[in-house]
T-cell receptor
Framework: RKEVEQDPGPFNVPEGATVAFNCTYS??????FFWYRQDCRKEPKLLMS???SGNEDGRFTAQLNRASQYISLLIRDSKLSDSATYLC????????????FGTGTRLLVSP | DTEVTQTPKHLVMGMTNKKSLKCEQH?????MYWYKQKAKKPPELMFV???????INESVPSRFSPECPNSSLLNLHLHALQPEDSALYLC????????????FGDGTRLSIL
């Protein structure tokens, strides 16, 4: 079983749609949780950290359920510019932060 | 604008060449990381430096040699690479001992002929 598993993509949605990505992780000792966005041939960029209380940043809402080891990302009112690969990332802090990446979910938003 | 700067952006080298990748950050982060990313795959951790000391080597072949000359700089020296080493090499940094996210540089795209 992979340490971090994500929905397989691609997700093809029209502009304005709401889309949800899911992610599960296997290491219950994980301490930090993130969604990164990666455009083709570019570096990963932090989209948002994820907290147990849930957090929202504009059109993006992230949720964490530690009991079920489940992370989600909701994108409302999709824009063409949201087309990218979304990486679910889980961290374990052992003095430095060891990140485990999911394989990513590709989102394609069409006009 | 990325806060972690990597040079060069692109590098093409032969299997007998020696080259170096460079990474610089001025965020005061004392943990720095090298990752390798192949197409359509997530980044894979190669090395971790914490307070300028090598903390993790994820069984990386010796043809890759990291160096951390000071708290702002991280190098990756390359020698006798193989074609399968062609990839995007990413540098990242973060504070030590916190759950804050890592910041990534925009990477060096390396091609081995």
């Amino acid at each position: 079983r992979k340490e971090v598993e994500q929905d397989p993509g691609p997700f093809n949605v029209p502009e304005g749609a709401t889309v949800a990505f899911n992610c599960t992780y296997s290491n219950s000792a994980s301490q930090s949780f993130f969604w990164y966005r990666q455009d083709c041939r570019k570096e990963p960029k932090l989209l948002m950290s994820v907290y147990s209380s849930g957090n929202e940043d504009g059109r993006f809402t992230a949720q964490l359920n530690r009991a079920s080891q489940y992370i989600s990302l909701l994108i409302r009112d999709s824009k063409l510019s949201d087309s990218a690969t979304y990486l679910c990332v889980v961290g374990l802090n052992t003095g430095f932060q060891k990140l485990v990446f999911g394989t990513g979910t590709r989102l394609l938003v069409s006009p | 604008d990325t806060e972690v700067t990597q040079t060069p952006k692109h590098l093409v080298m032969g299997m007998t060449n020696k080259k170096s990748l460079k990474c610089e950050q001025h965020m005061g982060h004392r943990a720095m990381y090298w990752y390798k990313q192949k197409a359509k795959k997530p980044p894979e951790l190669m090395f971790v430096y914490s307070y300028e000391k090598l903390s993790i080597n994820e069984s990386v072949p010796s043809r890759f040699s990291p160096e951390c000359p000071n708290s702002s700089l991280l190098n990756l020296h390359l020698h006798a690479l193989q074609p399968e080493d062609s990839a995007l090499y990413l540098c990242a940094s973060s504070p030590v001992g916190s759950n804050q996210p890592q910041h990534f540089g925009d990477g060096t795209r390396l091609s081995i002929l």
